[in-house]
């Protein structure tokens, strides 16, 4: 086991030089602009914001299985998002949660969970269809398929996100109720989370890049393009909440939907990241059949023949 890993940790640096190598990244804009990421991190954008809304409603209804408050719990998750996500996006989540979700029956909160299921596959067949393209391939798989593939990464991906974020306040919580000299622990965890919060994405990244195109193609916990993808996310996040409130003015421009638009610009910056890892993982797998003269992208019904 220990020897995989160091196997697997050299791979990964080793990709990771090629990354920097001369003419990739230009390669990689070039396949952005010819691939139409941009315009289809605009579909991602919108199946986001219709998706992120019932989440929060399947995050308040799983979290009032183990806690008293559960409102007030996602309250402060979001809270203390703020930094990776814009203030402006922070208030009207909060704002949300204060009058929208206070009182909702079970009918709005399974509605909730099946809008968030379905606009969740809409958005993981835009990555599909970004993956496609990223490996030059042709979608061949039927829409069942397709569809019900889109809809398992959906759930796991909603299911790993509420995860995440109920340790999270569940660690804390629990060290502040220790006390006395464990509550210098604190600060170790206010640290600590952002590193479990970005191993956790990279690897989720990965399985995606590894589930979305119609194609077999080798699969690492960590690959080259989760891991950009997720450096891409946090520093889009800090710099996008850096301008929205010492350089935007989206109130003045949008009035009340100042608050909105910033939301939007964030949850459209985080799915071109995404798709922009996809592509280098394309990217750098051609590169290495063409130098290597191996072939590492298999199209399924190869395999099946």
Partial sequence: MMSGAVTAARDFLSDLRDIVGPGFLARV??????????????????????????????LVALAGLVLDDPEAAVRR????????????????????LDRTLRGTGS?????????????????SISITKAANRAYELVETRPFWK???TSILLALGFTLLMATLSLAAFGVE??????????????AVWDAARWAVAFAVVTGALSVLYYLAPDA?????????????????MFAASIALSFYASRLGNYDQ?????????????????????????VEINAVLARRVEDKKGVELVHKEDEGDG
Avoid at 38 to 53: D, E, K, V
Wanted: charged share 10%; no cysteine; hydrophobic share 60%.
């Fill in 216 to 232: 077999r193609v080798p699969f690492k916990w960590i690959t080259p393009g989760g891991f950009a993808a997720t450096v891409l």
């Fill in 29 to 58: 804009l070039i396949r952005v602009r010819e691939n139409d990421l941009l315009g289809l991190a605009g579909q991602l954008t919108y199946f986001f914001l219709l998706s992120f809304f019932p989440f929060l409603i399947f």
């Fill in 253 to 277: 421009v949008y009035g009340q939907l100042g608050a909105v638009i910033v939301f939007m610009l964030w949850l459209y910056a985080m799915g071109l990241m995404v798709l922009v890892g």
């Fill in 107 to 123: 009918g709005v909160l399974v509605f909730g969970i099946l809008t968030t299921l379905w606009m969740g596959s809409a958005a």
């Fill in 173 to 186: 919580t629990f060290i502040r109720t220790l006390g006395g000299p464990f509550g210098s622990l604190l």
């Fill in 77 to 96: 998750l979001i809270s203390e998002s703020a930094g990776f996500l814009p203030a402006e996006a922070v208030e009207l989540l909060v704002a949300y």
């Fill in 146 to 148: 397709l569809r019900g």
